[in-house]
């Protein structure tokens, strides 16, 4: 199992979880609103809503997630960072394989 942390803005957010679930790249995508600050085109960007999306997917299932958020992803560079998942609980990890086996 593996989580990607992924930021994206409140308009962008909700089709892209859905999308990622739906297509069975994540068994969940958990939604945290926030605001970030941040430096782009040499300039300080305050309090711009994002929202922080948890993605939940198989191992082998992360570089073709990856590449999915890109696609969709509305900003030229989203961030995506990847939690290693050393110690997960064996119930868990097994709904995120079987939500994530493609049909």
Not at 8 to 23: F, K, M, N
Not at 50 to 69: G, Y
Request: aromatic share 8%; glycine share 2%.
């Amino acid at each position: 199992m593996a989580t990607l942390y992924v930021t994206a803005p409140p308009s962008a957010a909700t089709d892209l979880a859905a999308t990622l679930v739906e297509e069975r790249l994540a068994a969940c995508v958990n939604r945290v609103p926030c605001r970030s600050t941040y430096r782009w085109d040499g300039e300080v960007v305050e309090n711009d809503p994002e929202e922080l999306l948890f993605v939940k997917t198989s191992e082998d299932r992360v570089e073709e997630t990856e590449a999915r958020i890109e696609a969709l992803h509305p900003y030229d560079t989203p961030c995506i960072e990847r939690f290693e998942e050393n110690a997960v609980s064996d119930a868990f990890g097994e709904w995120v394989a079987a939500s994530t086996t493609p049909e």
